[in-house]
């Protein structure tokens, strides 16, 4: 083997390393906005204050999460705070009530997927 070959045979092993590290950072980078986006979501989550929700239906129960709200609210935001309220929501279930609930006027869509209580 040439001088040049062991350089070369070297300086593709260490290509080799930084590419596999390079690799890695990448999946910590996509790891940690992950983190950041679920971090966000409860910081808004807990703005809202906690409100008494079990004996009211779930929709009265979305209304009155709008009313305390300080910022209109998507689907998500209010299936999640009517879960940590004690009324288990998904995004879905949040759907059906609130279509009722804008007929009703009871709840104003601000902006696409932003609602408030009317």
Do not use: C, F
Not at 40 to 65: F, G, H, N, W, Y
């Amino acid at each position: 083997m040439t001088l040049y070959g062991a350089d070369l045979e070297r300086v593709e092993k260490e290509l080799r390393a930084a590419e596999r590290e390079w690799g890695l950072l990448g999946v910590r980078i996509e790891g940690l906005k992950a983190q950041r986006e679920a971090l966000r979501k409860l910081v808004e989550a807990s703005v809202v204050p906690e409100v008494e929700v079990q004996d009211l239906t779930k929709a009265d129960a979305m209304v009155k999460i709008l009313q305390a709200s300080e910022k209109p609210m998507t689907l998500g935001e209010i299936a999640e705070a009517m879960t940590a309220a004690g009324k288990k929501t998904n995004s879905n279930g949040a759907s059906v009530y609130i279509d009722g609930l804008l007929k009703a006027g009871r709840v104003v869509r601000v902006q696409r997927g932003r609602y408030r209580a009317a």
